[in-house]
């Protein structure tokens, strides 16, 4: 099974009101591991930056005052793809992965957006799983969002300082894995620190073919009993095919 954990940064809160995306980041999941596998864009919003969302993320400073040099370090966006130059490969990335979005729909309004005024098919809503509604379902009354839980599973999260979408993906992915049932969702087993699995074998354990076939629990008596039994069903018995 195929996810794509996502997050994206904006000018604002409503895009039907002027709003762009800015950065978008996405990591890979496959059986709920990840593969190494990352997608990550920042975008020219074609606007300035509000101060309010650069508080937040720390993105275009050249945007807020197009004479001011961005301090070393800080992401810059004046020379940035617009959304319509990255589209296609976006679209390939995701696919039809089940995406994992943290208010899922926040970003789905944005990208939806976006999509649209580009011509693009929209993508629809259930193909979010919204992460903010599990952890509320999960953990009623108590707080939310991606600093909490990171807190609740003792995440580190200490280098996020800002907002940024391809490391809030990343710490996305370690509280889905918590919220949906742990890190090892699959049931294999875990190494504990001396490099051994939860059942005594070392690492280098492989399963291999057993050098000798088990004894067959079912009795002579049993085996013949069955044997009459199928001779009664006639020629057409599947038990003869």
């Known amino acids: ?48 930056m509000p101060i309010e969302a650069f508080g937040v993320h ?14 070393p370090g800080q992401e810059t966006l004046r020379d940035k793809p617009l959304f319509k130059d990255i589209a296609q ?3 390939n990335f995701i696919g039809d992965a089940k995406l994992v979005i943290h208010n899922a729909a926040f970003d789905m309004k944005f990208l939806n957006a976006e999509l649209g005024w580009v011509n ?3 993508l629809p809503m259930d193909q979010a799983v919204d992460t903010l509604a599990i952890a509320r379902r999960k953990f009623p009354g108590s707080p939310a969002s991606l600093d909490a839980l990171c807190r609740r599973f ?18 996305l992915a370690e509280v889905y894995l918590e919220l949906i049932g742990g890190r090892q969702p699959d049931f294999a087993l875990a ?13 280098e354990w492989r399963p291999m073919p057993r050098p000798h076939a088990l004894a067959p629990k079912l009795t002579t008596q049993e085996a013949a009993a069955h044997a009459a039994f199928v001779e009664q069903l006639g020629d057409g018995a599947i038990w003869k095919n």
Do not use: W
């Open 1 to 48: 099974m195929r996810e794509i954990v996502l997050d994206t940064e904006t000018t604002g809160f409503e895009p039907h009101e002027g709003d762009r995306i800015v950065e978008i980041g996405a990591v890979e999941l496959i059986g709920h591991v990840p593969t190494g596998r990352t997608y990550h864009q920042y975008i020219n919003p074609q606007r300035s």
């Open 58 to 71: 720390g993105i275009g400073p050249d945007l807020l005052e197009p004479a001011q040099d961005p301090k």
């Open 89 to 91: 490969d976006f679209v």
């Open 120 to 122: 693009r098919p929209l």
């Open 154 to 171: 003792a995440i580190n999260n200490s280098s996020r300082t800002l907002h940024g979408a391809l490391l809030d993906s990343e710490i």
């Open 191 to 203: 190494a504990d620190t001396r490099g051994q699995s939860a059942g005594g074998r070392s690492d």
